[in-house]
């Protein structure tokens, strides 16, 4: 279900119009209104290396009766990386995506770098309720040996690992003050099930997972 497009004349828009009753859409065309799930998105975030993608494997098993897990990477391809606009269509693409599948009446768990200010300026964020936002962070060194460690195909040299540190370090320096502010979780001497233990209780609310 293309929230975009109106079920009755077929307009298309970029920027949905919400009302707040019900909640509903309405067409800027021709005034239908149609009621919609608008429900909040859990953005599991963090620089790269921090074990997102390794806790989402595990939220996957945990979770799939009641939310999505989806990984962001898997739509990062050529035509939806537009760097000079801050790679704003990838973003958009990604709130387009979590609306529709909210209509099943799951939230969506999204695990991908990103941070508010990348989400919450745009006109695809009226669809949600809420946009929650947790970053997974460790101390420096150890996610620089992480990096280096991983496979040659993801092209972790010297350079690019400096910096991601220095995003790390922004992340961690400014998170409290952003809009909405972000949750830090450090990785660093965790293990990989109990980072995500955590993770499912930022989530939920439920202490610990099911078994």
Same mark, same amino acid.
């Given at each position: 279900m293309n929230l975009l497009i109106c079920a009755r004349c077929g307009a298309y828009t970029d920027t949905p119009v919400v009302e707040?009753?019900?909640?509903?859409? =309405?067409?800027?065309?021709?005034?239908?209104?149609?009621?919609? +799930?608008?429900?909040?998105?859990?953005?599991?975030?963090?620089?790269? *290396?921090?074990?997102?993608?390794? $806790?989402?494997?595990?939220?996957?098993?945990?979770?799939?009766? =009641?939310?999505?897990?989806?990984?962001? %990477? $898997?739509? /990062?391809?050529? *035509?939806? +990386? %537009?760097?000079?606009?801050?790679h704003r269509l990838f973003r958009s693409t990604w709130l387009r995506m979590a609306a529709m599948l909210h209509q099943s009446g799951r939230p969506v768990v999204l695990c991908g770098t990103v941070v508010p200010p990348e989400f919450e300026p745009l006109p695809e964020r009226a669809l949600f309720s809420e946009i929650r936002y947790l970053s997974l962070m460790c101390d420096p060194d150890v996610l620089a040996e992480r990096l280096r460690a991983r496979p040659a195909w993801r092209e972790w040299d010297e350079p690019r690992i400096a910096e991601m540190l220095e995003?790390?370090? /922004? &992340?961690?320096?400014?998170?409290?003050?952003?809009?909405?502010?972000? @949750?830090?979780?450090?990785?660093?001497?965790?293990?990989?099930?109990?980072?995500?233990?955590? $993770?499912?209780?930022? &989530? @939920?609310?439920?202490?610990?997972?099911?078994?």
């Open positions: 707040p009753d019900g909640p509903v859409l =309405r067409c800027v065309e021709c005034g239908h209104r149609q009621p919609f +799930r608008r429900l909040p998105l859990f953005s599991v975030a963090g620089p790269s *290396g921090t074990g997102k993608s390794t $806790v989402g494997r595990l939220l996957t098993e945990w979770l799939s009766d =009641r939310y999505v897990v989806v990984e962001q %990477d $898997v739509l /990062w391809v050529g *035509g939806l +990386r %537009d760097p000079s606009h801050h995003y790390a370090e /922004w &992340i961690r320096e400014n998170a409290a003050t952003m809009s909405p502010p972000m @949750t830090l979780l450090d990785t660093t001497h965790a293990a990989v099930e109990e980072t995500a233990q955590a $993770v499912h209780a930022w &989530i @939920t609310g439920e202490s610990r997972p099911p078994r």
